[in-house]
């Protein structure tokens, strides 16, 4: 790759596309591969001024993340970009055991050969703010502490019990933490200052972001500390969000672009492995814009009897679509729903059920000759993706209204998802209306 600005690795599908939104709305062409490319995928995207690996370390243990992530580290690092980021969910959500960010961190650190990672996971565009080390998340309009947040404090697999985000990375890593706070980035003195507390600094470096004026100053920071310190950073979009503020100011990009819109399908097909009320409210909505549902057993998926109970959502998924409808299959209608603790019972369990998902939303694009999807559910997402044979991913339609889940096109060698539009949208991401604005191909 020529000229790179950053490289990055997210920590699962849907992260992985948020990052890609927020570089190209910006004018920055950028790629989203789903794997480590061979080189004639990535002489197909040339172009691109940055690149990504979307992962699904949100997702596993550590061993597996010092298997997986480790080469693909490897990998980013020889691309030579000015920065490579390993990219979190705004909202933090790990656990030592599962999408352990500290340990991610550490791999990362000792690849890159650094001393200090700087880590930012504000960003006032998705609603998240970091104060003083603390980190708060807005929820149908009011702003939560996240270890108070109405959901992400029931997190159904990793549940974010502490909002000091230095306690937090201190349950998953052995590295000191140190803080950037906001009225360090907001003195006068800002650089001497930061300057003084890198000198004594190893490990991993917060700073806070809780405003456009603070973002700009974290991004102009990021800059110096990783012109001083080496590119390899951790955190959410937000760094991204703040990198934009200093590329901008030294001339490296150009104003946002306007992307057109797509326009609207007559039937679209979603599949949902989320339980957040979020993607609850969005089903309900869509059922009254004229989308049938389709509920699943989960369990019947990744039982014993699962490839009859896959042929069963299929066929109903077909019977609505041969109809006319645009359709949502999905295994949980709210949090009172889930069925997350009878799913760990079953090693596995929820690997395969996303894969399930991806298997039939394949063969619905396959037999209908479908143009455009959505998969819902980060961890589903991840998984999903992986079944509709993609390789790798650009952004077709920002939605900047709700920043984090664009439409894209996908890239492949399979003929019936290469040009898929394809929309991976998070739990907690998008408006109530967000599976109509899909099928409509609306900016808001």
Not at 39 to 60: K, M, N, P, W
Not at 123 to 139: D, I, M, S, V, W
Not at 218 to 243: C, H, P
């Amino acid at each position: 790759m020529r000229d790179l600005l950053v490289s990055y690795y997210g920590d699962d599908f849907t992260g992985s596309t948020d990052v890609m939104e927020a570089l190209a709305s910006n004018g920055i062409a950028t790629v989203l591969f789903l794997g480590i490319p061979d080189q004639a995928l990535l002489d197909r995207f040339q172009h691109c001024r940055a690149v990504g690996i979307a992962g699904t370390s949100r997702s596993e243990n550590p061993a597996w993340m010092q298997e997986h992530l480790a080469p693909a580290f490897e990998w980013l690092k020889d691309q030579q970009a000015q920065i490579c980021h390993y990219k979190v969910c705004s909202t933090f959500d790990s656990a030592p055991d599962v999408g352990n960010i500290g340990k991610a961190i550490e791999i990362g650190k000792d690849i890159f050969g650094q001393s200090l990672v700087p880590v930012i996971v504000g960003a006032p565009q998705l609603k998240r703010y970091t104060t003083f080390g603390n980190l708060f998340a807005a929820y149908q309009g009011h702003v939560f502490r996240i270890d108070r947040h109405p959901v992400m404090s029931r997190h159904p697999v990793t549940p974010m019990h502490e909002a000091d985000l230095a306690l937090h990375l201190g349950r998953q890593t052995d590295l000191p933490v140190s803080l950037a706070d906001l009225t360090l980035l907001g003195a006068d003195d800002a650089d001497e200052r930061i300057d003084q507390l890198l000198a004594g600094a190893s490990g991993i470096l917060l700073l806070d972001v809780d405003s456009a004026d603070s973002q700009a100053s974290a991004g102009r920071q990021l800059q110096r500390i990783t012109d001083a310190k080496g590119g390899f950073v951790a955190g959410s979009s937000g760094v991204e969000y703040a990198l934009l503020n200093a590329w901008r100011a030294e001339g490296l990009i150009g104003e946002r672009v306007e992307f057109q819109s797509p326009g609207k399908v007559e039937r679209l097909a979603v599949v949902s492995g989320s339980v957040s009320p979020t993607t609850e409210r969005q089903i309900r909505t869509a059922i009254g814009d004229g989308f049938l549902d389709v509920p699943l057993d989960p369990l019947a998926l990744v039982g014993p009897n699962a490839e009859a109970a896959l042929d069963v959502a299929i066929a109903a998924g077909l019977a609505a679509l041969k109809a006319g409808r645009s359709v949502i299959l999905h295994t949980a209608l709210g949090p009172s729903a889930d069925r997350g603790a009878d799913i760990d019972q079953l090693p596995g369990a929820r690997h395969r059920l996303g894969r399930a998902l991806g298997t039939i939303l394949r063969r619905l694009v396959e037999t209908e000759g479908l143009t455009r999807a959505v998969i819902a559910g980060g961890d589903t997402s991840s998984h999903a993706l992986k079944e509709l044979r993609v390789d790798a991913l650009t952004t077709l339609l920002p939605l900047p209204q709700t920043p984090g889940s664009p439409l894209c096109t996908a890239h492949g060698s399979y003929a019936a998802t290469d040009g898929l539009q394809i929309a991976l949208k998070g739990g907690q991401v998008g408006s109530d209306g967000y599976f109509a604005q899909i099928r409509d191909g609306r900016k808001a």
